[in-house]
């Protein structure tokens, strides 16, 4: 069963049932950046940039190496309101350097967004990210009018400096591309 939290109806996400179905509490909330820091910074999934998300720099650096990822919360909205979206937006860890799928996360339909921001969140089961790696947001139905909003941060980099940056899928060269001057809004977490 998916639940996808969000803020918009009071709905909750899956952490909340950790200990009523016998789960350990939830300790490690986070190991990334928070979800409000320069809110108004936007990212968009487009036809041409079909995948964004925050990724690794190959330097065994990165604060995310050897992290735990169970559970990732972002913001999203639809970026040209009212278009009525359809198709599946999916939360991934791909290969940097050949876009190679290494694990999925969760799904759901791109139709449950609107024009307002509001947090949802993609929960599965654990994987531990590598160097050279990209934790994503996906749409597969992209188009010069069907495009999804991400939030960023546009600071130095707030969550590990140069290490790790928001990622960046071109679909004209299926090449990622990081920049390590600013990072995706997501709280990233091992929690369930």
Same mark, same amino acid.
């Given at each position: @069963?998916?639940?996808? $939290?969000?803020?918009?109806?009071?709905?909750?996400?899956?952490?909340?049932?950790?200990?009523?179905?016998?789960?350990?509490?939830?300790?490690?909330?986070?190991? @990334?950046? =928070?979800?409000?820091?320069?809110?108004? !910074?936007?990212?968009?999934?487009?036809?041409?940039?079909?995948?964004?998300?925050? $990724? =690794? *720099? $190959? *330097?065994?650096?990165?604060? @995310?190496?050897?992290?735990?990822?169970?559970?990732?919360? &972002?913001?999203?909205?639809?970026?040209?309101? /009212?278009?009525?979206? +359809? /198709?599946?937006?999916? &939360?991934?860890? %791909?290969?940097?350097?050949?876009?190679? #799928?290494?694990? !999925?996360?969760?799904? @759901?339909?791109?139709?449950?967004? +609107?024009?307002?921001?509001?947090?949802?969140?993609?929960?599965?089961?654990?994987?531990?990210?590598?160097?050279?790696?990209?934790? &994503?947001?996906?749409?597969?139905?992209?188009?010069?009018?069907?495009?999804?909003? #991400?939030? %960023?941060?546009?600071?130095?980099?707030?969550? +590990?400096?140069?290490?790790? $940056?928001?990622?960046?899928?071109?679909?004209?060269? /299926?090449?990622?591309?990081?920049?390590?001057?600013?990072?995706?809004?997501?709280?990233?977490?091992?929690?369930?």
């Amino acid at each position: @069963m998916k639940i996808h $939290g969000t803020a918009k109806g009071g709905a909750i996400s899956k952490k909340d049932f950790g200990v009523a179905f016998g789960g350990a509490p939830c300790v490690d909330e986070a190991w @990334m950046s =928070t979800l409000d820091f320069d809110p108004d !910074s936007t990212l968009t999934l487009t036809a041409a940039y079909p995948s964004r998300g925050e $990724g =690794t *720099v $190959g *330097v065994d650096s990165s604060a @995310m190496i050897d992290e735990i990822i169970t559970t990732v919360k &972002c913001n999203l909205a639809d970026a040209e309101a /009212g278009s009525a979206l +359809d /198709g599946t937006i999916y &939360c991934e860890v %791909r290969r940097l350097s050949d876009n190679n #799928l290494q694990h !999925s996360l969760d799904d @759901m339909p791109a139709s449950e967004l +609107d024009g307002t921001k509001t947090q949802y969140t993609f929960s599965g089961s654990n994987y531990t990210i590598k160097d050279g790696e990209t934790i &994503c947001i996906r749409y597969d139905n992209a188009s010069s009018t069907k495009q999804i909003t #991400l939030y %960023r941060s546009a600071d130095e980099s707030a969550y +590990d400096g140069t290490n790790s $940056g928001r990622s960046v899928l071109y679909s004209s060269s /299926g090449e990622w591309a990081v920049e390590a001057s600013e990072d995706w809004l997501a709280i990233f977490s091992s929690c369930t």
